[in-house]
């Protein structure tokens, strides 16, 4: 079983409680808990580990573990959105704590009528209010404080929604005459508008469970962006020693890469490379490494550059240096150990006699069980081929000894 595989399965098992815990929440939820911006949010984290799958399936890997964590921030984003902008201003609805408050006193005004039917009196005026008909004159003071703890109770909006309708019908009063009336009808109208645009407004249970199901939201999208990462990362080390499949080539140390996939000892570069020569040198400098480029083609000496950017680009860079009658053989093969410098070869007689040196250095190395810090290259391309048994026995001493033979063919 792949990394991937393995990443992608531990994974939706980190995120199976939150999901699970998200659906059960809003599986009997109304649709205006969320804002269109917070259902799309939704979609967006339910497509990242669909995206994970895809990518742990496709050969080669390009980028859609990049494209993930990119919908896993969206995602989040838009949770914020929703959650500050429409979440967090619904409003408790409370219509039915209200006709519930106003039953218990209309049926406490009933009783207390009821009551003092004795007490009424005989005579009632047309402008009477409600209640009013009561023979106040003839109770004592604690059915006094009884009936007026009953009209006090009476909430303001009530009071002032009886004052409205009683202003509306004075028709002959001053401020009809005066045009108070046109304006206080623009004022009703300016609130009707404001009501229309008024935050969402549901039961107390309802707006509950949207900030359960918002703060569900806002944890699973953090965790999509937290495991995006984490995949990001075992992926890009997964691929780094992957011919087909590396990008970006940073200097991480050879033991993290070997832990995650083993790069190998014998690597055959075909005709249509991905890279150019040039490139590829580059690349294995950018990656820390060092190399030797062996070739008795003048063109492709001229192409490797004197000089190639390090990490830091033009401010570090590393010199190739060319080989020569005045340079030892041990003393390139311990700077190739070592990672102190890189080198080219121009003569096949020099790379020939130069391999044979090498497999007794790397044999003594394989005898003490030693490996190189940072990874190593020969790379081969001379046009006397070497033979297969011979690349096999020599990839052994490579694999062994952390280092790498790159044949070139035509």
Not at 175 to 196: D, H, P, Y
Not at 382 to 394: G, H, K, R
Request: aromatic share 10%; hydrophobic share 45%; glycine share 6%.
């Amino acid at each position: 079983m792949g990394l991937s595989a393995i990443l992608t399965g531990q994974i939706f098992c980190a995120l199976c409680p939150l999901c699970e815990a998200f659906l059960i929440t809003g599986f009997a939820m109304r649709f205006d808990y969320f804002s269109i911006i917070g259902y799309l949010s939704v979609i967006m984290w339910l497509a990242v580990p669909v995206l994970w799958v895809l990518h742990a399936k496709t050969r080669p890997r390009k980028w859609l573990v990049h494209i993930a964590l990119g919908v896993a921030v969206a995602a989040f984003v838009f949770a914020k959105i929703n959650s500050r902008f429409y979440v967090n201003k619904i409003q408790i609805d409370m219509s039915e704590q209200m006709a519930e408050w106003q039953a218990k006193q209309d049926a406490k005004l009933k009783e207390a009528e009821k009551e003092r039917s004795g007490d009424v009196a005989d005579v009632r005026f047309v402008e009477d209010a409600a209640g009013e008909y009561l023979d106040k004159a003839g109770m004592d003071d604690s059915d006094l404080k009884y009936m007026e703890s009953l009209n006090e109770a009476v909430p303001a909006w009530k009071k002032q929604k009886r004052q409205r309708s009683a202003t509306r019908e004075e028709d002959d009063s001053l401020e009809a005459l005066i045009g108070a009336k046109e304006q206080t009808e623009g004022v009703e109208g300016a609130e009707v508008e404001n009501a229309a645009k008024a935050p969402v407004q549901m039961p107390e249970k309802d707006k509950m469970r949207a900030n359960t199901l918002d703060g569900l939201n806002l944890k699973i999208t953090r965790l999509m962006i937290l495991l995006g990462l984490v995949y990001l990362v075992g992926d890009y080390l997964h691929r780094a020693n992957s011919y087909d499949e590396a990008y970006l080539p940073l200097p991480v140390p050879s033991t993290w890469l070997e832990g995650m996939a083993p790069a190998a000892a014998l690597m055959k570069r075909s005709g249509t490379p991905r890279r150019s020569i040039s490139e590829e040198l580059a690349w294995l400098t950018n990656r820390g490494d060092s190399f030797i480029y062996m070739s008795d083609k003048p063109e492709a000496i001229e192409k490797v550059p004197e000089k190639l950017p390090g990490l830091f680009g033009k401010f570090m860079p590393k010199e190739v240096i060319r080989v020569d009658s005045r340079i030892d053989d041990k003393f390139i093969f311990e700077s190739l150990w070592y990672g102190r410098s890189s080198f080219a070869v121009d003569s096949s007689e020099r790379a020939i006699q130069m391999l044979g040196q090498f497999v007794a250095y790397l044999s003594e190395r394989k005898a003490s069980r030693a490996r190189v810090r940072q990874t190593a290259h020969i790379i081969w391309d001379v046009t006397t081929p070497l033979s297969e048994e011979w690349q096999e026995d020599f990839a052994k001493l490579m694999k062994a000894t952390g280092m790498t033979l790159v044949v070139c063919q035509a």
